[in-house]
Every structure is written in C-alpha cells, then in structure tokens.
C-alpha cells in the first residue's frame, strides 16, 4: 500500500537558518505530493504541492521538488523565523484512490530567537 | 469561502455520555473525511464520504463511534458512549474530486472525556 516516511523530529533551530525536512514515498502509479503545516491550536493547512515528476512547489519562502527517481519531495527554506515554529506533515493522493490521502507521521520545527 | 466549520471547539464530557461533534465543508467539495489526533497515534482517517456517500469506514474505532452526512453541506460524528479513550483532537476536512485537489481542514474539535 502507499505510505510517506518523513524525517523524524523534533527539530530545532535558530532563527535564519536553513531548514530540510526529508520525505520519501512509496505509491503505486504518479500519485501527487503535499506538504501540509500545523500551528498550535490550529487544524493543518496546505502549505505547497506537486502533482507531476519534477513540479516544485513553493509557498511563503518554503520549497520541495517532485523526484520520482529518488521517490523525494524534502521541504527546505533558506532561511527560517520563529513564525515558521509548527508541525510539518508530508502527504500524497492518488486518483486511483477515491480521495483518501496518506500522511506522514509528522515533524515538529521549533525556531529559537 | 468561510472554510470548513466544525463544531463545538471543545467538549467535555462525562463517560458514557453520548457525544456529537459536527462539521460543515466548503460548498462544492465532493469529500468530506473525518480524523483523529492523539499524541500516541498521531493522525488517524476514520471516515470519509465521496457525494455524501459514505466511502470507507475502516478506521472507525468500534460500534460507539457512528457519522452521518445527511446533505453536502453538513456532517455528524457520534461517540455513543464516550470513553476517556476517545480523549483527542477530532478534524474534519473536505476536498473536491479532482486530481492534486488538497484537504481544507477545520480547526477541530478539542474532546476531553472524564
């Protein structure tokens, strides 16, 4: 069956530093990839997608590329901020699935002053 | 576009006590899914409806828990009874049926049974 392995947390920073968070996939078919991000107290939100090999996704500063050769879409930013502090959930859908999504277990960034 | 609404925000409640926690999607989204998430098991799909249809229900944890989505622009989850198990954070989200569509999700409803 499909599933999303993402890098294991908690992982912490200091302000301005340059953050990857690694995903690797497994899924049958071409299978279109998101990352999703979890404020406190908040539901999870889209943060940046990818719906075909080599698409990158960016949002807000934050970017990943669809590498079907490596099975990839790691997030990464260049520089981050104490507002970017959150839970990071990498997922894929597939059409042949009706709908359902499989997510990563997520990793939880927390960026120090 | 409001997003998707749940409701309440929190809810305590007693064991035993039947709960209903409830959900609107965003008008035009063909799924609706609900989750559940806990410290211990992270993000779990318990349910979800394509065209108000429920589609798989295999996540449900057992016969208390039961949903319902009557129209398109509304939906139930019931724990009857609640259990201090059940204790967790309960989102919904909803989606349209195309390919890449993402899950809008709901601010959830915190669930605390004592």
């Known amino acids: 069956g499909d599933s999303v392995t993402q890098m294991e947390g908690p992982v912490t920073l200091s302000e301005e530093a340059f953050l990857t968070i690694n995903c690797t996939y497994t899924?049958?078919?071409?299978?279109?990839l998101f990352w999703y991000v979890q404020y406190p107290g908040e539901g999870l939100q889209l943060l940046l997608k990818?719906?075909?090999?080599?698409d990158k996704g960016s949002n807000k500063g934050f970017e990943a590329t669809y590498r079907k050769e490596t099975t990839s879409f790691h997030l990464e930013k260049g520089s981050v901020q104490v507002s970017d502090s959150a839970v990071y959930f990498c997922a894929l859908s597939r059409d042949t699935n009706a709908g359902k999504s499989t997510f990563g277990d997520g990793t939880t960034l927390t960026v120090k002053p | 576009d409001a997003g998707v609404i749940q409701s309440p925000r929190h809810e305590v409640t007693e064991m035993g006590q039947e709960v209903t926690l409830r959900c609107k999607p965003i008008?035009?989204?063909?799924?609706l899914f609900w989750y559940r998430q806990t410290m211990m098991r992270g993000l779990e799909l318990l349910i979800y409806?394509?065209?108000?249809?429920?589609?798989?229900d295999s996540g449900m944890p057992e016969d208390r828990f039961s949903a319902k989505m009557p129209n398109a622009s509304f939906s139930t989850l019931k724990i009857q009874p609640s259990e201090p198990r059940d204790s967790a954070v309960y989102f919904c989200?909803?989606?349209?049926?195309?390919?890449?569509?993402?899950?809008?999700f709901g601010n959830g409803t915190r669930l605390t049974v004592t």
């Open positions: 990818a719906t075909k090999a080599d």
């Open positions: 989200a909803s989606s349209f049926d195309r390919t890449g569509s993402p899950l809008h």
């Open positions: 409806f394509n065209n108000n249809v429920p589609i798989d």
């Open positions: 008008s035009g989204h063909d799924y």
């Open positions: 899924a049958t078919g071409y299978p279109s």
